[in-house]
């Protein structure tokens, strides 16, 4: 049973909300108030599909009573009781704590991990993937920094990825990727294990975190290329140590101020990233053992290009389309992540 006072409490906020927004909301309450009012939104419709389907019931069994109306209700009622679970479990998942980062945009970073150049070829192959998915769900994907190897690999890459639940998503791609095939480097034909980490951070707005000048070291360099034509043959590389923290950020596009603003901007997603990790883990110790712990020294996902198969170990999924899936097509994947993710959030909150 879902409790109808949690709902009506719902449905007064929802009221209040969208009676502000038509009269009376200050310009400086606008965005809040029409951000709460979308989370808001999808459940209140849920909440009146549940309301119906038991006044429904409720007339049903009322029907009962009158002889000329009783073979009607003897037929809806099996229907409608066989209906309510799933509603309920519709609802239940609707109602559940949202992330407020769940509808912010991502910073996606991807570096090689072990296995050398083929290692670094795989990030590429995830870049392209990700490139992939974001233009599937009609998501801006913007490379904004990205340091290449000698034979076309990635040495690291840091994108901004803008649209609607990005976060929500992609957040589960956090960790690490390993890849088992044979490299294009190898001319033995032996199949190799190599791997690349993932970080999905919710990007943060300048409100979100402020940075003090005097926490910050800002630091110009000759940016390194692959050589030949794209070495940068002038200090625009920016380096920005967070004295606080430790973190270090790097950008070594073509233009300083370029540069400043895109480490500044990866800056801030790490301390508001670093700020929602020790959130998360002061409000359960054992959140880590769960579906988008967002742990990115865990191994997550095995690509195995001889079998064609991917296996997602977190909840123990293989599909055997890996073509497709590097292709971009990640939305089973995903689904089946979220899926997980929610139960365990019901089975937290019930439990």
């Known amino acids: ?130 490139q992939r998915y974001a233009d599937r769900q009609g998501w801006r994907f913007e490379v904004l920094d990205f340091q290449e190897t000698e034979l076309g690999g990635v040495k690291e890459v840091v994108a901004s990825v803008q649209g609607e639940g990005v976060f929500a998503r992609l957040k589960y791609e956090s960790g690490v990727h390993r890849v088992q095939r044979v490299p294009e480097t190898e001319s033995g034909g032996r199949i190799h294990t190599s791997a690349a980490t993932v970080a999905v951070l919710p990007e943060a707005e300048e409100v979100d975190i402020d940075i003090p000048a005097t926490d910050i070291r800002i630091d110009t360099m000759r940016a390194s290329g692959a050589g030949g034509q794209h070495v940068n043959t002038t200090d625009s590389a920016v380096r920005i140590t967070h004295l606080p923290t430790g973190i270090i950020v790097t950008s070594s596009e073509k233009s300083q101020h370029q540069n400043r603003a895109i480490a500044m901007q990866v800056l801030r997603a790490r301390l508001y990233d670093l700020e929602r990790t020790r959130a998360e883990e002061a409000r359960a110790a054992d959140r880590k053992a769960q579906v988008g712990s967002g742990d990115r020294s865990e191994r997550i996902r095995t690509y195995n290009f001889p079998q064609g198969r991917m296996t997602d170990h977190r909840i123990n999924l293989t599909l055997y389309r890996l073509d497709q899936i590097m292709d971009g097509d990640l939305t089973e994947v995903i689904d089946a992540l979220v899926a997980a993710d929610q139960a365990a959030k019901l089975a937290e909150m019930e439990g």
């Open 1 to 130: 049973m879902v409790p109808l006072d949690k709902l009506d409490r719902i449905e007064r906020r929802f009221q209040f909300l969208e009676a502000r927004l038509n009269d009376g909301a200050s310009p400086t309450e606008i965005a809040s108030l029409a951000r709460e009012y979308a989370e808001l939104k999808p459940v209140v419709g849920r909440i009146a599909d549940y309301r119906q389907l038991l006044r429904d019931l409720e007339e049903a069994e009322m029907m009962l009573a009158d002889p000329e109306m009783r073979a009607l209700a003897e037929d809806e009622i099996p229907a409608l009781r066989a209906t309510r679970p799933a509603l309920e479990e519709a609802l239940r998942i609707a109602l559940l704590p949202k992330d407020a980062a769940d509808a912010r945009p991502a910073m996606l970073e991807i570096r090689p991990g072990t296995g050398g150049e083929e290692a670094a070829l795989f990030a590429g192959d995830l870049l392209r993937m990700y």
